[in-house]
């Protein structure tokens, strides 16, 4: 068998849960299951051996539906060295008792070698249809926070990096959460666009594999908004304080 | 199956290495967290340790933030020597964090000697007292190894 790495965005529906990441997850630290690839839901392609989170969960807020998608990093035992997977092969990802069960929708060639960039998505097949159409735009948004020289094989230890948006709404780089909350204090997600497309955009809210408390989070940032506000005279034409006005009807 | 268990074995290793808790930990708090006093100076917030390619070369992937500054540019460098006191060095890879790449980068090194352990460390600007605490963590490159371990 072949190893090789693949770079795997996993989108789930829900707003800040990642029930079927965590699913994946377990799945892996679990020492009774396995997890693989079907090709066609027939052909055994190959047998994963580890998953490593890459980028923390970013949030997508859209008129269709809530989500939250995550990056992974996939090692997969290639069964044969010479299959590769191309673009609209459907590829299931499947574990022994069949509770993990997600279409990866493919966008670049997959196999030995082949693996650059964002290579593939993994949807839960209820919110397939929505964001199938979206699919090529995400794949090129999700590149963005990356360095340009991505090149396999890619360390991630210690990885816990979050999309990051700047104070007046700049998309930014990978930030740690830390860095976040002490400085720019925005996370990035995607929201719609009125001409078609999704596109990156800020919110004070995480993206998150559990639960956030989204109220707490607005007013923490409304609050510093707040005092930054009263402190630079100059911000308050700027873009924090016209987020909260905006997002908080009562004063 | 075993194949895979032995693969977290190894990673466990890196991950107690570099002090970073485990990945499922890493989600964001439920409510909003600020912990304790703001961070300073250089800090190395992810990677430290090199996978090695197929061909041989050694990856070092790092991502290292001055909280000081954190736009400007940082000018470091990896050294590589054979002993762990870093009296002889054999290689210096100029490097440099730019924040157009989130400070993250990403290095290809082929040792010119083989078949001998290596040490490496990060070091920030001219001298290693700039920032002792990354300059302190050393990793080592063994031949036999696809990944560095802690030294």
């Known amino acids: 068998m072949a190893q090789t790495e693949i770079l795997m965005a996993v989108i789930d529906k829900g707003s800040n849960t990642m029930t079927t990441y965590q699913a994946i997850m377990s799945a892996l630290t679990s020492n009774s299951d396995s997890l693989t690839l079907m090709l066609n839901s027939t052909t055994l392609v190959a047998t994963i051996t580890n998953v490593v989170p890459v980028m923390q969960p970013v949030r997508i807020q ?19 060295p010479k299959k590769r997977v191309q673009t609209s092969d459907l590829l299931t990802l499947v574990n022994a008792s069949g509770t993990v069960l997600v279409s990866v929708l493919l966008l670049a060639d997959i196999g030995v070698e082949v693996a650059a960039g964002i290579a593939a998505f993994t949807l839960a097949s209820d919110i397939q249809s929505v964001v199938t159409q979206f699919a090529s735009d995400l794949a090129v948004q999700l590149s963005l926070p990356f360095p340009n020289n991505f090149v396999p094989p890619v360390s991630t230890a210690g990885s816990n990096l979050y999309w990051s ?87 | ?93 100029p490097i440099k964090l730019t924040e157009r790449k989130s400070f993250i980068d990403i290095t290809p090194y082929k040792p010119k000697v083989e078949n001998t352990q290596l040490y490496y460390r990060y070091v920030i600007g001219a001298s290693p007292e700039t920032a002792p605490s990354i300059t302190s963590v050393v990793h080592v490159l063994a031949p036999w190894d696809n990944e560095s371990k802690a030294g």
């Not at chain 1, 990056?71 to 069964?79: I, L, N, Q, S």
């Not at chain 2, 304790?36 to 041989?56: I, S």
């Not at chain 2, 540019?73 to 054979?82: G, K």
């Open chain 1, 62 to 80: 859209t008129n269709a539906l809530l989500a939250t998608t995550a990056v992974v990093k996939v090692y997969a035992d290639w069964k044969d």
């Open chain 1, 165 to 251: 948006a700047l104070k007046n709404g700049a998309i930014g780089g990978l930030a740690t959460y830390d860095e976040i909350m002490s400085d720019s204090r925005l996370f990035a997600c995607f929201k719609d666009n009125p001409g078609g497309g999704w596109y990156p955009s800020y919110s004070p809210i995480p993206g998150s594999i559990t639960p956030v408390d989204a109220t707490d989070y607005v007013d923490s940032f409304c609050g510093w908004a707040h005092t930054q506000d009263s402190t630079h005279g100059d911000m308050a034409m700027g873009f924090p304080v016209e987020y909260c006005e905006r997002t908080q009807s009562s004063p």
């Open chain 2, 1 to 93: 199956m075993s194949n895979r268990r032995s693969f977290l074995r190894a990673g466990t290793a890196v991950l107690l290495a570099t002090g970073a808790r485990s990945a499922a930990a890493q989600s964001a708090p439920a409510k909003p967290s600020i912990g304790g006093p703001q961070p300073h100076g250089y800090q190395m917030t992810n990677g430290g340790t090199a996978l090695k390619r197929k061909d041989g070369a050694w990856v070092f992937w790092a991502r290292i933030v001055n909280f000081d500054d954190r736009h400007s540019d940082i000018t470091a460098s990896i050294q590589i020597a054979t002993d762990r006191g870093f009296s002889q060095i054999v290689d210096v890879l």
